[in-house]
Structures are given as C-alpha cells and as structure tokens.
T-cell receptor
C-alpha cells in the first residue's frame, strides 16, 4: 500500500537560514509527488509537484524539491527562509489511476527571528 | 484564492442538530474530495467524487452523508454528530481524481 513518511514533526530554523524538509514514500510505481503548505486555520496550498522529467522541480515562494528514486525521497528545500514561511508542510503521493492522494503527517516549521 | 470556496467557515452545532457544509469550485474540475483534519492527526480522506460518482468512501460513519449534484458543487450533510467529530473539514478539487488538488479554506466545526 502506498504511504508517505515525514520524519520530522517539528523543525525550528532561524530566519535567513536554509531549510530542508524530508519526505519518504512507498509506492509500487513512479508516483506523482506533491508538497503543500498550510497556514494556521487555512486550507492547503500547492507549493510544487513532480510528475516526470527533470527530478529537480521549482515551486512557488522560492521552494524547490528533488525526486530521488533510489532513496524513495522527495525532500523540500529553500535556501533562505523568511518569517512568513512558518506553517505546516505536507508531502503527498498519488497517481491518476489510484484516484486519490496519500498525505504525510506534516512537518510544522517555526522560524526564529 | 484557490478557486474553491467553502461555507460556512465556522459552525457550532449540538449533537442532535442537522447541518450541511457546502463546497463550490470554479476551476472546471471533475473530481472533488472531503477531508477531515483533527488536531495532531494526519489529514483523513473521507470521500472522493469523480465525474459526480462517488469512488471512495473511506469507512466514514453514516452520520456523514455526502452529495455531489454536479461537478462544481459538493455537500457534506451532518446529523447526530459526536464531540470527536469536531475538526477542520476541507474540500478539494482536481481536474481528475489523483491529480493535483486545490483546497478550500475549510469549515471549522465544533460539536457541543
């Protein structure tokens, strides 16, 4: 069965520091991969997605993610975080014929001034 | 603004009440979803509708009843809820089921 693991429940970084959020998945075929962000009390916003092709994908708000098939990972990165990046981040995996996405448990990001 | 709206944004209801949550998408999508998000729990998929047909019911109790009259609208009818049903209920849509999903802002439900 497909699954997504986000090993870090909570991460704290200083403003201006680099960020990497981890995501590992289990899936029978090459999946579609997504990162979403959720601000408190809000819905989820799509940051970026990987379907095929270049394994380094660029998203909104300066985020990027790299698909590594050998490690079953799709880690999210940002070179320099801003206070406004404080939020909950969700990794998700799916594929059209599966008809649904499976979400990880989320990583809460706190930014220190 | 994602093109997916949900009403109401907040709802307080007693255990004997009947209420409905509404979701509308303006994106021309064909698939719609209901999720439940509780504190300290992963996002739980409840229902999937693809081209107005329900394709997934994730063992949801019958006190939650979905309705999808057309591809743009999705309802969640609530009756005889329990306090543990208090949560943020999120609606999402996608071009087809399994594709990237666009989420509404959610309805914060409190059952008293």
């Amino acid at each position: 069965a497909q699954s997504v693991t986000q090993p870090d429940i909570h991460i704290t970084v200083s403003e201006g520091a680099s960020l990497e959020l981890r995501c590992n998945y289990s899936y029978g075929a090459t999946p579609y991969l997504f990162w979403y962000v959720q601000s408190p009390g809000q819905g989820l916003q799509l940051l970026l997605k990987y379907f095929s092709g270049d394994t380094l994908v660029q998203g909104i708000k300066g985020f990027e993610a790299e698909f590594k098939r050998s490690q079953s990972s799709f880690n999210l990165r940002k070179p320099s975080v801003h206070w406004s990046d404080a939020a909950e981040y969700f990794c998700a995996v799916g594929r059209g014929e599966a008809q649904k996405l499976v979400f990880g448990q989320g990583t809460r990001l706190t930014i220190n001034p | 603004e994602t093109g997916v709206t949900q009403t109401p944004r907040h709802l307080v209801m007693g255990m004997t009440n009947k209420k409905s949550l509404k979701c509308e998408q303006h994106l021309g999508h064909n698939a719609m979803y209901w999720y439940k998000q509780s504190a300290k729990k992963p996002l739980e998929l409840m229902f999937v509708y693809n081209f107005k047909e329900q394709t997934e019911n994730n063992s949801v109790p019958s006190r939650f009843s979905p309705e999808c009259p057309n591809s743009s609208h999705l309802f969640l009818h609530l009756h005889t809820l329990q306090p543990e049903d208090s949560a943020l209920y999120l609606c999402a849509s996608s071009q087809i089921a399994g594709d990237e999903q666009y989420f509404g802002p959610g309805t914060r439900l409190t059952v008293t």
